[in-house]
Each structure stands twice: as C-alpha cells, then as structure tokens.
Antibody, heavy 124, light 107 residues
Framework: EVHLLESGGDLVQPGGSLRLSCAAS????????MSWVRQAPGKGLEWVSA????????YYADSVKGRFTISRDNSRNTLYLQMNSLRAEDTAIYYC?????????????????WGQGTLVTVSS | DIQMTQSPSSVSASVGDRVTITCRAS??????LAWYQQRSGKAPKLLIY???SLQTGVPSRFSGSGSGTDFTLTISSLQPEDFATYFC?????????FGGGTKVEIK
C-alpha cells in the first residue's frame, strides 16, 4: 500500500528557514516524479514544485523560485522541500504527491497519491 | 504561465442532481487536464486524468470531457459524499496550475 507521510511543519518567523520531509513507502520511489502542493488557510490548491524520479530535473512555481529547493534521497525513500526566506504568504498546509509513470513518461496529470499534509505557519 | 479558470466558484445542489463544473485554460493544453476532489480537512483525491479518463476506484457517476481550452466535470447523480470542493489542474507545461476551485454545497 502506498503511503506518504509529511513532517517538518512548524511556526517560523518571516525570513526564516524550514525543511519539510515526505517519507514514502509501498512503491519503488525512484521510479516516480514527486511534487509539493500547498494550500493556504481557506484557499485553493497551489502547485509549488516537482522533481523527476532520479532528481535530475526540478520545477518551481514563480512564487517560490529562488527561495525553495526540492530534492530527494532515493536511498531513504524521502522527498524534501528546503524553504528559505519565508514570508507570511507561505503559510499553508504543504502536501506531497506522487505522480504516475506510464509508457516511459511522467504523468503530471496523474497525482494518484497524496500525503495528509504538514502545516507551515510564518508569523512573528 | 497557463491560467485555469473554473466556474462556478460554488454551486448548491440536492442529492440526485446533475452537476456540471467547467474549467477554461488560457491557452490550449490538449487533454492534459486532471480533476481532483477535496473533502473538508482532507487531502485532494484524483478523480479524472487526461481530461476524460476515470481514475481506478472512482464511481462512474463522475465523468470528464473536453480538449484544448474548455473542459467539463460532470457528476450525473449527486450523492451525499460528493459534497466537496473540486479543482482542475493543467499538466501541459510547467508551472503546473490549478483552477480556483468549485465548492459543491447542499441545497
């Protein structure tokens, strides 16, 4: 059974840093692209970042580019999000999600498994 | 970046009603579109991918259609567990983008 478990969410001051983790199990982690998606309180979903299975390609939303870094450790089956220069508008629940891999292609329209999320609050 | 516009932002409906939600892309995305359901306090759940393919385990009352810039999610006969918020997401190009969401409420 596929399982994704986020951790690392916390209260942090503006300008601070935080690293989120997503522990994966139940599938061959290195095969699949992964993503972080966030949701501010009472708001919609916002895609944040994605990384391919090997970690060689990464993608970012404009709102976090240059401040956030996505990475993965395939030996530990873990996805990370390093968040620097945090702002109040980064306050959100952060979800990790797994994308399917079909016919040799990453399917970014098939986020078939999601974690339960971890809350990041940026406030003084 | 590709903008995704959903409508309506909310809809009130009764059990058994047919509900249609639309999603418009600011430029053509072929059929690279997904629909997600999010119940209150829960993680999103994939319903439809490739605009019209039903994810395994999702009831057949859910269907998707469209290609290019205009897409539709239809719930043929609303059930109590379908009261939730629905999001579309384009996967044609990075950055991936979601629509603003449609909340389906009890009438």
């Amino acid at each position: 059974e596929v399982h994704l478990l986020e951790s690392g969410g916390d209260l942090v001051q503006p300008g601070g840093s935080l690293r989120l983790s997503c522990a994966a199990s139940g599938f061959t982690f290195s095969t699949y692209a992964m993503s972080w998606v966030r949701q501010a309180p009472g708001k919609g979903l916002e895609w944040v970042s994605a990384v391919t299975g090997s970690g060689s390609n990464t993608y970012y939303a404009d709102s976090v580019k240059g401040r956030f870094t996505i990475s993965r450790d395939n030996s530990r089956n873990t996805l990370y999000l390093q968040m620097n220069s945090l702002r109040a508008e980064d306050t959100a629940i952060y979800y990790c999600a797994k994308y399917d891999y079909v016919g040799g292609n990453y399917r970014y329209d098939i986020a078939d498994y999601w974690g339960q999320g971890t809350l990041v609050t940026v406030s003084s | 970046d590709i903008q995704m516009t959903q409508s309506p932002s909310s809809v009130s409906a009764s059990v058994g009603d047919r509900v249609t939600i639309t999603c418009r892309a600011s430029q053509g995305i072929n059929n690279w579109l997904a629909w997600y359901q999010q119940r209150s306090g829960k993680a999103p759940k994939l319903l439809i991918y490739a605009a019209s393919s039903l994810q395994t385990g999702v009831p057949s009352r859910f269907s998707g259609s469209g290609s290019g810039t205009d897409f539709t999610l239809t719930i043929s006969s609303l059930q109590p567990e379908d009261f939730a918020t629905y999001f579309c997401q384009q996967a044609n190009s990075f950055p991936l983008t979601f629509g603003g969401g449609t909340k389906v409420e009890i009438k």
